[in-house]
Structure formats: C-alpha cells, structure tokens
C-alpha cells in the first residue's frame, strides 16, 4: 500500500515534509490476474478444416476400378484452370477434355450432372488431378465444392501419363 514518511527539515522552520512511497507489489499482482482473466475469457479463433477422408493402407486390388461412367475426374492445372473428363485412356482426346473455372457452382454443376448419368450412383467418385502448376487455393475450391454437392466419395492423385499428354497439348 501506501505509506508517509515523516521527515524533518534542517533549518529554522519546524515544518514536516512529508513524503509518499508507494508500494507496487500489490499492482503487479493485480495485473497479472487481468491478464490470466483476459486469456481465459478470449475466444480464439478456430481453423476452418475440412475432413479429408484418406482409404487405409492396403494392397493394391486390380479388380476395384472404378468405371468411366461412375466417376468424373478434374484436373487443376496452372493459371487457375480446370479440365474436367470422364473418358477411358484410349478415348481420351483434346476434343473430349472440357475446360471450365471456379466461377459461381460450375464445378458442382458438373459434379451434380456426372451422378445423375452415373449407372451405379453408390459407386460414384470424384478423382481430382492436380498437376505441378497448380496452385493450393485451386485444390480447396475444388474440395469445397465436393462438399456442396454432398458427394463423399473423391480420390486425390497424380495425373496420370495419357492425361498429362492431352493437357499439354491443350495447354501449349
């Protein structure tokens, strides 16, 4: 707290100087106790995540490949470009591999008209392609609009070789 001290002058007048000290053992305390309250009252923001549900390990199954007319796949290339297809290697061409962008709900779009053509509509999936261009915000699109459209199944790999040619050749 505070406490006076009472000293006298030297001199001729008998007046008392009085001086104050103040103790600020008590303000610290006090100080450290708004901040721990500050801390435990504050909400901290939380990350917006989305669950990427990833297949366990396991061996390599030929006979589970998924048919070209239950799956669509996207390819996210540089420049903020998506290709999409839904074509087998040898039916692939530049003719076939459609262009599209991030613009309103065209990806949901696709997604939405890919499932109602799909004849298995329980097998359906959504492979997604991202090449060595693009960029991570393009791949979070992507995902959010797998999300809208509530489709839980969707892989995530490389592109493969015979796409990587048609690609190119529309990317040139």
Same mark, same amino acid.
Request: charged fraction near 30%.
């Given at each position: ?18 001086l104050i000290r103040v103790?600020?053992?008590?303000? %610290? ?18 990350p917006n995540v989305m ?14 490949? %998924?048919?070209?007319?239950?799956? %669509? ?8 470009? %998506?290709? !999409? ?50 960029? !991570? ?16 199944? !969707? ?18």
């Amino acid at each position: 707290m505070a406490e006076a001290i009472a000293q006298e002058k030297q001199g001729g007048s008998k007046q008392r100087k009085k001086l104050i000290r103040v103790d600020m053992t008590p303000m %610290v305390d006090l100080g450290f106790l708004l901040i721990t309250f500050f801390m435990f009252t504050t909400n901290f923001t939380k990350p917006n995540v989305m669950d990427l549900g990833l297949p366990a390990k396991g061996p390599h199954q030929p006979g589970n490949v %998924v048919d070209v007319r239950n799956q %669509v796949t996207f390819i996210l290339g540089k420049e903020n470009r %998506v290709f !999409y297809h839904q074509q087998a290697k040898e039916d692939l061409n530049r003719n076939n591999l459609k262009e599209t962008d991030f613009n309103g709900l065209n990806i949901t779009k696709i997604i939405s008209e890919a499932y109602n053509k799909a004849p298995k509509k329980e097998n359906f999936t959504i492979i997604i392609e991202p090449t060595d261009d693009a960029n !991570y915000k393009n791949f979070v699109d992507v995902l959010d609009n797998i999300a809208i459209s509530k489709k839980e199944r !969707y892989g995530v790999t490389d592109i493969r070789p015979w796409e990587k040619k048609v690609y190119e050749e529309l990317t040139r």
